[in-house]
């Protein structure tokens, strides 16, 4: 264990690195030929904490006038240059904007404190220091971010009824639900997140010793990291946010694979404020990257037209399109729905009828692939993980295909897995997959997710019912769908002991299946 957790981390060190370094060059490069005018600045935040910020305001801004106010919070491991092309865009469009980086990282003051309470008292303290030192309209504040900076944003909102909208891109609703689904650790996720954290920030006391338990499987300790991830999702405070009511928009992407598209569309079901929700194509962060860099970016501009209605009041028709828009991974263009359950409303059950016995601790074949690197090559040449599922061996991967459809299944929302379980340990790992299979066996994988158990009795059988990665993905027709179930995937650390056996079943009174979510047609 310690030894994989250390190869993660140098890897993720390494990518983390190279990344930061060509998004600061690239993102400071559009600074010198932009007209809004840019200065440093360092503010005080919570308990005296020095955070670094700069300020973009319009070339012409007169200080008589007053202006809406936009605040950006950094991404994890990112500097303050990360927004300084969208900064300047919307300043160019008569904004303030206030960039800030985030306690514990580069030159801000401070530890890392994984969006806890200093980092909310940092928000308000931001608008605090903006509007006593800048033009700012203090009734028409704004707040947005890529990941980090979209998590802390919904927070802040949740916390500072003077936030009126707040663009949240690639962030999270719920950090358990995120990085500890099904019970089971996200490992490259949280390795990725670590490393980031240990070259370019420092890591509080409680944020290294919850990133060890972590990775340890430590369960003495596993209400106690729970109750530390509530604290820190906006989820634990949507009855705050609600009676707060500022404008919503949230959009991620459907291969995310630190913050997965389930817990932002479940939360986004329970706001009762004016909302918006966009899916596309990509891992974490990638929708948005291209608008960091200054380029024609679809999120970036439907970012801007929120605060342009929502801060402004610009009449520009946002707030009359369909609220959930979504891009499909295997096609262009956007579909649009009044919400999400109306995504995937008709469903088709693929039956596991057959009963199966597989062998844990050896990897199959089928997994979920490489945290970025995998739903990127999705998102650029809609290659998806892929395993030729006729030589997947059934020792170690249950297996059970759909016949051919006739037409092409448009494959939207959550699927759904119900089977019962006979294990022959008390604990376990299995993850899931469902995958789009050619005629000629080749499988690519449509979503997938893990699911963990502790404390049962080894021979008895127990329901599973587990959600997978939303998603949106096109079956052609002449294709079937499969789905297969093993015990190891790199993405997640997995809890079978040696010489597990997991027995799934059909009882006749209890049926085993997988719900596919269509979209209609």
């Avoid at 991830?229 to 459907?254: C, E, F, H, I």
């Amino acid at each position: 264990m310690g030894h994989g957790r250390n190869t993660l981390r140098t890897s993720a060190v390494g990518a983390v690195s190279a990344a930061l370094i060509a998004g600061s060059v690239v993102g400071l490069a559009p600074a010198a030929q932009a007209a809004a005018a840019i200065r440093f600045v360092d503010i005080t935040g919570d308990g005296g904490t020095t955070l670094k910020a700069n300020v973009v305001a319009p070339a012409d801004a007169d200080a008589s006038h007053s202006y809406p106010l936009i605040v950006l919070p950094t991404s994890w491991g990112l500097p303050q240059a990360e927004y300084l092309a969208q900064a300047q865009k919307l300043a160019n469009s008569g904004y303030i904007v206030l960039t800030y980086n985030v306690r514990g990282f580069w030159q801000s003051g401070g530890q890392i404190e994984v969006a806890g309470p200093p980092d909310i008292a940092d928000a308000s303290k931001v608008i605090d220091w903006a509007l006593a030192n800048t033009p700012a309209d203090p009734r028409h504040i704004g707040m947005a971010g890529v990941s980090y900076g979209a998590g802390i944003s919904l927070l802040a909102a949740a916390h500072d009824k003077r936030i009126k909208a707040v663009a949240a891109l690639s962030g999270w609703a719920d950090l358990i639900s995120s990085i500890y689904s099904g019970r089971t650790q996200h490992v490259q996720a949280a390795a990725l997140l670590d490393g980031a954290g240990v070259v370019t920030g420092r890591e509080s006391p409680e944020v290294r010793q919850i990133f060890d338990d972590f990775y340890a499987s430590n369960l003495t300790k596993e209400q106690e990291m729970i109750d530390w991830g509530k604290k820190r999702s906006v989820a634990t405070y949507v009855d705050q946010l609600n009676k707060n009511a500022p404008a919503v928009m949230m959009a991620n992407a459907w291969g995310d694979t630190i913050f997965p598209a389930n817990q932002y569309a479940d939360f986004y079901e329970k706001l009762s404020v004016p909302k918006r929700l966009e899916f596309r194509p990509g891992d974490h962060g990638t929708a948005e990257l291209t608008g960091l860099f200054g380029l024609p970016n679809d999120v970036w501009t439907d970012t801007e037209r929120w605060f342009d209605h929502y801060l402004k009041g610009a009449d520009n028709g946002i707030d009359h399109e369909q609220p959930v828009q979504l891009k499909s991974r295997s096609s262009d263009g956007y579909e649009a729905y009044p919400d999400w359950k109306s995504v995937g409303a008709t469903r088709r059950k693929l039956a596991l009828a057959d009963a199966t016995t597989i062998h844990a601790n050896v990897d199959s074949g089928a997994d979920g692939g490489i945290v970025f690197l995998s739903s990127i090559l999705d998102q650029v040449a809609r290659i998806p993980p892929i395993a030729s599922i006729p030589l997947l061996p059934r020792r170690w991967a249950a297996v059970w295909q759909s016949e051919k459809y006739g037409t092409a299944q448009q494959v939207r929302g959550t699927a759904k897995l119900h089977t019962t379980l006979t294990p022959t340990g008390e604990s376990g790992t299995l993850v899931a997959y469902l995958y789009d299979v050619g005629p000629l066996g080749f499988g690519k994988l449509v979503t997938n997710a893990p699911y963990t158990w502790y404390d049962r009795t080894p021979g008895r059988p127990f329901d599973v019912d587990l959600d997978l990665f939303s998603t949106a993905y096109d079956v052609p027709a002449g294709h079937r769908l499969a789905l297969v179930v093993d015990t190891v995937d790199p993405l997640y650390i997995e809890h079978n002991p040696s010489g597990a056996q997991l027995t799934f079943s059909s009882p006749a009174d209890d049926p085993s299946y997988v719900s596919v979510p269509l979209r209609e047609q």
